[in-house]
């Protein structure tokens, strides 16, 4: 017996290869995955500005992540929406967003002015609350479907997550950061009162240091995991997916009802 695939189908398989061939852009990886898994774009009006984001919420999600991306990135970073699709596959909304406009963005200081991006980050913060309260009336059960939040930062935007964490206190259930820089929300980090976990490349040697300083100031639960082989945009094989991993035991672990 052969088997033998329907008229045409070997064709449309061909333009698809073709299409993921020629694409090499981050936006359209973010549109892609958009159309498969519903992500909504949406606009964050704060007081001083208005930001653009992207929301996806799981059926059943009990937390939400907020992604604070590093200098020089964006909302449409392959990394972070890698990290959020794992994260989105273990029943976690995510929210991913740009903490500066495309102006900002081209400024080498705003990039690294921790306290505007921390400040950016807890109107988000707010807004996304407002945004996941039920639009009409539900039943008392409904309750149950408060969103835990948490935060995932990578380079300095685990500074703003951090810093924003230690603002918020008990409104942040979890921190995970990826290739931070832990260590400019210096003052902040003896504040912090969510688990806090961070992630290092093991080949990363600069900001393996900035880390042990950052964990050796933090006073709540915390963690420090270096993955050998990786280096600081965890490129080599295999480190993103255990960085995603590790990622998403830990938002399980501290903002979904069956582990808290």
């Known amino acids: 017996m052969s088997l033998r695939a329907p008229k045409g189908a070997w064709q449309s398989y061909r333009k698809v290869l073709r299409l993921l061939h020629f694409v090499r852009n981050d936006s359209f990886l973010t549109l892609f995955l958009a ?14 500005v208005t930001l653009e984001g992207a929301v996806a919420i799981p059926s059943g999600a009990q937390g939400v992540v907020i992604f604070a991306h590093g200098s020089g990135s964006s909302r449409h970073s392959p990394r972070n929406n890698f990290v959020a699709k794992v994260l989105r596959k273990e029943g976690l909304a995510t929210l991913l967003l740009d903490l500066l406009t495309g102006e900002e963005d081209q400024n080498y200081e705003t990039r690294f002015n921790i306290h505007l991006l921390t400040t950016r980050l807890m109107g988000a913060t707010q807004w996304l609350a ?14 149950s479907r408060e969103y835990a939040t948490g935060y995932f930062g990578a380079s300095t935007g ?27 929300a210096r003052e902040s980090l003896p504040h912090v009162k969510a688990p806090t976990l961070l992630i290092v490349g093991g080949d990363d040697l600069p900001v393996i240091g900035f ?18 082989g990786a280096t600081h945009l965890f490129e080599e094989p295999g480190t993103l997916e255990k960085a995603a991993e590790l990622a998403a035991e830990w938002f399980c672990r501290y903002l979904t009802q069956d582990q808290r």
């Open 211 to 228: 880390n042990r300083m950052a964990f050796d100031l933090l006073k709540g639960e915390k963690e420090l995991v270096m993955i050998p």
């Open 35 to 48: 159309i498969k898994e519903e992500i909504r774009e949406v606009l964050i009006s704060l007081e001083d």
């Open 130 to 143: 407002d945004y996941l309260k039920p639009k009409r009336p539900a039943p008392s059960r409904s309750r």
């Open 158 to 184: 685990a500074a703003a997550a951090l810093d924003a964490a230690a603002k918020l206190g008990t409104k942040i259930g979890a921190v995970v950061s990826r290739g931070g820089r832990p260590d400019l």
